[in-house]
């Protein structure tokens, strides 16, 4: 049965669509190099109108199929039902952009998009944490990281603030102390990759900064890296997945095997005209003298060499998919560092392990 047009959104629908845009990044601000208004994810029109729409009622549909209201008072829809519904919907191969038209929401247009990012952040959408009653002090804690055999680690910046790494939203941030103006932007618009393409020069203004250095990386790892290490060493350490682009995982030894970046490195870049891939080394001098680095190879206008970290609007790399997939139903500890479990992909991993494994978060 298809998903009722004239359906109203429940108070449920309306509180998980909040939660959804609350986990999205930040709309890009208005400029020449915005990308468009979000509208709804193209896809091929077969004539089969019927393969977009859900294989069945949602709890929050109004409505029989004779058009009279055969369903409860919305205020009896659970969030965990309309959870329920969703895995059903993906377990049956629906595609996640089909699933967002028919709950009445879109992607940017131009915006990559991965399925297993898109249902990843829809599911989030319903994850609740609940503390468990059996760890209350800090020696349950070590307790239960004693006993654990294969601990996936969450890291978010947290965990580099000590090391001295600029961040960017701080008094002292990256975004304060820049000279936008200067440079023909604003200040949340260079960490979309449609307005990079357009004006990569905001980006390789502050780039230096981050850039690894010529002998090896620019920042030493904190204790809480070290600590990452000690979990590899005791052979505890699942994966560690990181949103961290400062490559201090590497720097403490943890293997390339155990970490995950999820929001890619400085350690290559790619022309984003002919995909070339170059190391570090072939761009430094360009990015310490704040320039540019344009492709030799392909000559091209477009040919901007750009580092390998992720933008809001590229898709995640496909060993993040990859190793979470392998991991979701080994792992017998989640260990969240440094995280505040706002955004995705952090906050959609959690979602993705046993209902029963524990969960430590440590942050501030």
């Not at 991991?327 to 706002?342: F, H, N, P, R």
């Amino acid at each position: 049965m298809n998903l009722p047009s004239n359906a109203p959104p429940s108070k449920k629908q309306r509180a998980s669509d909040d939660e959804y845009e609350q986990a999205s990044p930040p709309p890009a601000p208005t400029s020449p190099f915005s990308t468009a208004d979000p509208k709804p994810l193209d896809r091929a029109d077969d004539g089969d109108s019927s393969a977009a729409m859900p294989t069945s009622v949602p709890p929050f549909a109004v409505g029989g199929a004779d058009g009279s209201d055969s369903s409860s008072d919305e205020s009896d829809v659970t969030e965990e039902a309309f959870m329920s519904w969703l895995v059903d919907q993906k377990k049956a191969g629906m595609e996640a952009g089909q699933m967002l038209d028919a709950l009445g929401l879109g992607v940017s247009e131009g915006v990559a998009v991965d399925d297993d990012e898109l249902w990843e952040a829809m599911l989030s959408m319903g994850i609740r944490l609940i503390r468990p009653s059996n760890v209350n002090t800090l020696q349950d804690v070590a307790a239960l990281l004693q006993s654990s055999k294969k601990i996936v680690v969450l890291a978010g910046a947290g965990i580099s603030v000590s090391c001295g790494i600029p961040d960017f939203r701080s008094e002292n941030g990256i975004y304060s102390v820049r000279d936008w103006e200067s440079t023909g932007a604003t200040k949340l618009a260079f960490d979309y990759i449609e307005f990079f393409r357009s004006n990569p020069r905001p980006f390789f203004a502050f780039a230096k900064e981050l850039f690894p250095k010529s002998s090896g990386f620019t920042f030493v790892p904190s204790r809480s890296h070290y600590f990452l290490k000690l979990l590899e060493d005791k052979g505890k350490l699942l994966r560690i997945y990181s949103q961290n682009i400062d490559m201090l995982e590497h720097a403490a030894g943890i293997s390339h095997e155990r970490s995950v970046l999820c929001h890619g490195s400085f350690a290559t870049a790619t022309c984003l005209s002919c995909k070339r891939m170059y190391p570090n080394d072939a761009i430094r001098e360009d990015v310490l003298r704040q320039q540019v680095p344009m492709c030799q190879a392909c000559n091209s206008p477009d040919g901007i060499i750009k580092p390998d970290i992720v933008f809001f609007g590229e898709s995640l790399p496909r060993r993040f998919h990859d190793s979470i997939k392998s991991d979701e139903g080994e792992a017998d500890l989640v260990l969240v560092m440094g995280s505040s479990l706002k955004v995705n992909p952090v906050r959609s991993i959690v979602g993705r392990f046993q209902k029963d494994t524990p969960m430590i978060l440590i942050n501030r």
